[in-house]
Each structure stands twice: as structure tokens, then as C-alpha cells.
Nanobody
Framework: VQLVESGGGSVEAGGSLTLSCVASGFIGSTSKDCMGWFRQAPGKGREPVSFIDGDGYTTSVESVKGRVYASKDNAKNTLFLTMTSLKPEDTAMYYC????????????????????WGQGTQVIVSS
């Protein structure tokens, strides 16, 4: 399985970005599949952001709810993270992850829930 992210960059507060993650070798559409995004700010641990299960149900953590959400195009094996109304505190390295956790919900997963990771893409939000 290979996950390759793209789409990171620098943006001013209030702006938008969409990250992409192309998955090779992971279907992502069976009932137990889970794909999503973590982020890691400098000096902090890697934290969950938004996830989508095999049925297409998406959840996001409270700190980004309403602004940031995961989606996917199964035909293109691509996962997306749409981010709007960006804030400086959204600045981080964003990582794509795939696996089969017990429950694919943003509030229930952690880094141990996933077997496959991308290399990360940097997002910088300036005030």
C-alpha cells in the first residue's frame, strides 16, 4: 500500500486549501475500510482531523468541524481534505492514513489505528 499526499502550501487566514492523497493497493470502499487525515504541529503529537469510512460517512474532530472534512473519489482511489476558513492554528504537517480500525470516527481513532501512512504535506496559515 502506498499513500501519496499533495496540495499543501501557504495561505492567509480565512483562506481555503484542498489536500489530496492517492492510494495504491488500498480499496477504501469495503465496510471496514477507513481513510483520513492526521496533523502534527511543531512540538506537538500527531492528532486526528477527519475520517471517512467504507460507506462514505465522514466525521471531523470538534476543533475543525464545519470547516474541514474528508471526502473520497473511489474511482480514482483518491482521498481529499477540504479546508475552509483556515486559522493560524491549523498550521501543521498533514498526513493521510488508511486502515481498518474498530470504529472509523474522528473522535475514536488514534495513530495506532492505522497501518498505512503518507509522507505528509505541509500547510502554513499566516495571520
Amino acid at each position: 500500500v502506498q499513500l501519496v499526499e499533495s496540495g499543501g502550501g501557504s495561505v492567509e487566514a480565512g483562506g481555503s486549501l484542498t489536500l489530496s492523497c492517492v492510494a495504491s493497493g488500498f480499496i477504501g470502499s469495503t465496510s471496514k475500510d477507513c481513510m483520513g487525515w492526521f496533523r502534527q504541529a511543531p512540538g506537538k503529537g500527531r492528532e486526528p482531523v477527519s475520517f471517512i469510512d467504507g460507506d462514505g460517512y465522514t466525521t471531523s474532530v470538534e476543533s475543525v468541524k464545519g470547516r474541514v472534512y474528508a471526502s473520497k473519489d473511489n474511482a480514482k482511489n483518491t482521498l481529499f481534505l477540504t479546508m475552509t476558513s483556515l486559522k493560524p492554528e491549523d498550521t501543521a504537517m498533514y498526513y493521510c492514513a488508511a486502515g481498518r480500525p474498530y470504529w472509523c470516527r474522528a473522535w475514536s481513532v488514534d495513530t495506532t489505528s492505522f497501518d498505512y501512512w503518507g509522507q505528509g504535506t505541509q500547510v502554513i496559515v499566516s495571520s
